[in-house]
């Protein structure tokens, strides 16, 4: 029974001492900025027909290096020293925060990678038309059973979003060695936009619909503050330093 299913998903993170969902919450010496980006434009962002690229490590086009570029002069510019950089293992996200530290004059910064960063993965999908996938059934499916829904041999966006945030509570929030340094901390994590979008649902809690809704650009900024006063939204989504490559985007400038 998929509502029963469902249901003991969500009480499972009573029985998880490390969950997003925790009441005990750790105390940390000092303020975490951690800034969320997604990648620059990678090969399969430009096939906006197909529901997901042929190649799911695809690297980043001349002009995703160019916006990576132009986020790490960002940096520079606003002065944020990186002091900690995650990324998935994924090259196009990994390129990008390779760029970003060059552009942004951040050296010898500690950094780790791991695949649980990874993006949400639909195999069988890879190369396909979107309209072949996006079948009046797959749609009514995933509008009843929302995140919970596992498209084909996919895993679902509660799936995704729960590796994603176990593992950002591992090594940032329930860190022990993070937690006890008393200055704050400018952390870097580099991965991707769909990623993005379910993480922050589970820790804004906003109604999951929103998930789709909400738009994530190319190497576009999302900070959050953690102190012990739990999450702050400071900014999200924040793409402003590509404006002079992307003058025509109705993202950038309304006209």
Same mark, same amino acid.
Request: charged share 25%; with cysteine.
């Given at each position: 029974?998929?509502?029963?299913?469902?249901?003991?998903?969500?009480?499972?993170?009573?029985?998880?001492?490390?969950?997003?969902?925790?009441?005990?919450?750790?105390?940390?010496?000092?303020?975490?900025?951690?800034?969320?980006?997604?990648?620059?434009?990678?090969?399969?962002?430009?096939?906006?027909? /197909?529901?997901?690229?042929?190649?799911?490590? =695809?690297?980043? !086009?001349? $002009?995703?290096? %160019? *916006? #990576?570029?132009?986020?790490?002069?960002?940096?520079?510019?606003?002065?944020?020293?990186?002091?900690? /950089?995650?990324?998935?293992?994924?090259?196009? =996200?990994?390129? !990008?925060? $390779?760029?970003? %530290? *060059? #552009?942004?004059?951040?050296?010898?910064?500690?950094?780790?990678?791991?695949?649980?960063?990874?993006? /949400?993965?639909?195999?069988?999908?890879?190369?396909?038309?979107?309209?072949?996938?996006?079948?009046?059934?797959?749609?009514?499916?995933?509008?009843?059973?929302?995140?919970?829904?596992?498209?084909?041999?996919?895993?679902?966006?509660?799936?995704?979003?729960?590796?994603?945030?176990?593992?950002?509570?591992?090594?940032?929030?329930?860190?022990?060695?993070?937690?006890?340094?008393?200055?704050?901390?400018?952390?870097?994590?580099?991965?991707?936009?769909?990623?993005?979008?379910?993480?922050?649902?589970?820790?804004?809690?906003?109604?999951?619909?929103?998930?789709?809704?909400?738009?994530?650009?190319?190497?576009?900024?999302?900070?959050?503050?953690?102190?012990?006063?739990?999450?702050?939204?400071?900014?999200?989504?924040?793409?402003?330093?590509?404006?002079?490559?992307?003058?025509?985007?109705?993202?950038?400038?309304?006209?």
């Amino acid at each position: 029974n998929l509502f029963i299913n469902n249901f003991l998903q969500d009480i499972s993170w009573l029985l998880n001492p490390i969950c997003y969902y925790s009441t005990d919450m750790p105390i940390h010496k000092a303020t975490r900025n951690i800034f969320f980006i997604r990648h620059g434009e990678s090969e399969s962002n430009v096939l906006e027909n /197909l529901a997901a690229g042929y190649n799911h490590d =695809a690297p980043l !086009t001349e $002009k995703g290096r %160019l *916006q #990576a570029t132009y986020l790490g002069e960002r940096f520079k510019r606003e002065k944020i020293n990186i002091d900690l /950089l995650f990324t998935s293992r994924l090259s196009r =996200a990994m390129e !990008t925060a $390779k760029i970003l %530290l *060059q #552009a942004s004059g951040n050296k010898s910064v500690p950094t780790k990678r791991s695949v649980k960063l990874n993006e /949400l993965q639909i195999p069988k999908w890879r190369g396909k038309e979107r309209s072949k996938m996006m079948t009046p059934d797959v749609q009514a499916s995933w509008g009843k059973n929302g995140k919970y829904y596992s498209p084909s041999d996919g895993e679902s966006e509660y799936e995704m979003q729960r590796r994603f945030a176990d593992y950002i509570d591992k090594e940032i929030i329930f860190n022990d060695d993070i937690r006890k340094i008393k200055k704050n901390l400018n952390i870097a994590v580099v991965v991707h936009g769909w990623a993005l979008r379910c993480y922050f649902q589970s820790i804004l809690e906003y109604d999951q619909s929103f998930i789709k809704k909400m738009a994530m650009d190319n190497t576009s900024i999302s900070q959050f503050q953690y102190n012990n006063d739990g999450w702050k939204l400071i900014r999200i989504n924040d793409s402003s330093h590509l404006e002079s490559i992307d003058s025509k985007s109705r993202r950038y400038k309304w006209k």
